[in-house]
């Protein structure tokens, strides 16, 4: 037997797994680690975050992810180039936060590596009924492997788009594992660049378990802020938007996309809601020139609006639904002030009452996902497809 399959062969036979998650969400802000603790599998699985931290990054890597990202039109070149580059970036943090924590790199069984997302393509976006489902990450897993010694799974997207799903969100599955709970109905909010949710309805072995994108979260607003306010990248605690009014037709016309209509679940990204989707917007409805303020506040309330829609539309009728926040959104005050006064009869925590920072949060799902590709894979998710996902690259 090869060394490395038998190493991870004990990996998976260990009663506990120590697993680095790793996440590069589409703001481009900066890499989650989480570096995790896990007993069990399945519906046994039992996780412990014992370090976690969120690494800027320097502008030279986020003008070097931009100049893909969510582009049609790229320099190839330049593309091969950042799939080791942007690995090898990822490694070094890794590699310095293990220092930082003094943890020794040989007590760590597993990286999880979410990657670097620079293209979207569900077909419902990109309407060729000759291809498929896509998605597209970089950041080569082999790279990270042997920059850091450690076993590393990547490329998670791919077995979801296999299977028949659009690549996202894969958070049904780790949010399954580590936060159903019978009698309650949860809903499990990411407000990242593009927000999603995951509804655990309260009878968790119902089918109607499920995650979707709702919209735009952030990346609307922070294309905005970086367009026009020189050395911001988003709008810290809301106040440009507070300075400002919604403006209805706008805020009309840019909820009145098809993606909103479409069933459940679906995904969509910057591919479709960006700066162009906004100035054709204000094209549209000559509001051109109204003022900067006046456009953040009408932002804030479109992100607001679609996930508060998306929400009512799972929950129909209920009035007892929980919601549970994670990701950048949730620091916005406006943001969470426009949803929570839409929903007077729901509860808002953030996953810290599930003792799961909520920064943190999706790293700790692809540790998650690692973790039962490695010594699960035997839980069948009602409603969902049975996979194992993220490649496995070894370290030699």
């Keep these: 037997m090869n060394a490395s399959i038998g190493k991870l062969h004990l990996i998976a036979s260990k009663p506990e797994r120590f697993i680095i998650g790793l996440?590069?969400?589409?703001?481009?802000?900066?890499?989650?680690?989480?570096?995790?603790?896990?007993?069990g599998h399945g519906n046994s699985t039992i996780m412990e975050l014992l370090q976690?931290?969120?690494?800027?990054?320097?502008?030279?890597?986020?003008?070097?992810?931009?100049?893909?990202?969510?582009?049609?039109?790229?320099?190839?070149?330049?593309?091969?180039?950042?799939?080791?580059?942007?690995?090898?970036?990822?490694?070094?943090?890794?590699?310095?936060?293990?220092?930082?924590?003094?943890?020794?790199?040989?007590?760590?069984?597993?990286?999880?590596?979410?990657?670097?997302?620079?293209?979207?393509?569900?077909?419902?976006?990109?309407?060729?009924?000759?291809?498929?489902?896509?998605?597209?990450?970089?950041?080569?897993?082999?790279?990270?492997?042997?920059?850091?010694?450690?076993?590393?799974?990547?490329?998670?997207?791919?077995?979801?788009?296999?299977?028949g799903g659009e690549g996202a969100p894969l958070a049904v599955y780790g949010d399954y594992l580590l936060f159903s709970k019978a009698g309650e109905n949860r809903i499990m909010l990411n407000i990242g660049g593009i927000a999603n949710f995951t509804w655990l309805p309260d009878s968790i072995?119902?089918?109607?378990?499920?995650?979707s994108d709702c919209g735009p979260g952030n990346t609307m607003m922070d294309g905005y802020i970086q367009q026009h306010f020189a050395g911001k990248?988003?709008?810290?605690?809301?106040?440009?938007?507070?300075?400002?009014?919604?403006?209805?037709?706008?805020?009309?016309?840019?909820?009145?996309?098809?993606f909103f209509s479409q069933p459940f679940p679906k995904t969509t990204g910057p591919e479709l809601f960006?700066?162009?989707?906004?100035?054709?917007?204000?094209?549209?409805?000559?509001?051109?020139?109204?003022?900067?303020?006046?456009?953040?506040?009408?932002?804030?309330r479109f992100s607001a609006d679609t996930i508060v829609d998306a929400i009512k539309r799972i929950t129909g009728n209920l009035l007892n639904a929980t919601v549970y926040t994670s990701g950048g959104g949730m620091h916005n005050p406006l943001s969470m002030d426009n949803i929570k006064e839409q929903l007077p009869g729901f509860s808002f925590y953030t996953t810290e009452k599930l003792l799961v920072n909520p920064d943190a949060k999706e790293a700790v799902l692809f540790a998650v996902l690692a973790n039962e590709s490695i010594a699960g894979g035997k839980t069948t998710i009602p409603g969902n497809p049975f996979i194992s996902m993220g490649k496995i690259s070894f370290p030699h």
């Design 23 to 39: 996440m590069s969400g589409t703001s481009v802000d900066g890499l989650d680690v989480a570096f995790c603790k896990f007993s």
């Design 52 to 163: 976690f931290e969120t690494v800027p990054f320097d502008n030279d890597y986020k003008q070097e992810v931009q100049s893909v990202f969510s582009k049609k039109l790229v320099s190839l070149e330049k593309l091969c180039l950042l799939n080791a580059w942007i690995a090898n970036q990822h490694a070094a943090i890794i590699v310095n936060c293990l220092a930082k924590w003094g943890v020794d790199a040989a007590s760590v069984d597993a990286i999880a590596s979410h990657g670097q997302t620079i293209y979207h393509a569900p077909q419902s976006w990109h309407g060729n009924k000759k291809f498929p489902n896509a998605t597209l990450q970089i950041g080569d897993g082999d790279h990270i492997a042997v920059k850091t010694g450690i076993l590393t799974l990547s490329d998670f997207r791919q077995k979801h788009l296999a299977a």
């Design 205 to 211: 072995t119902e089918a109607g378990i499920f995650s």
């Design 233 to 258: 990248y988003y709008d810290e605690a809301a106040a440009i938007a507070k300075q400002g009014s919604v403006n209805e037709k706008l805020l009309e016309k840019l909820k009145s996309n098809l």
């Design 274 to 300: 960006n700066q162009q989707y906004l100035e054709e917007a204000l094209q549209y409805t000559d509001t051109l020139t109204i003022t900067h303020t006046d456009i953040m506040a009408t932002l804030n």
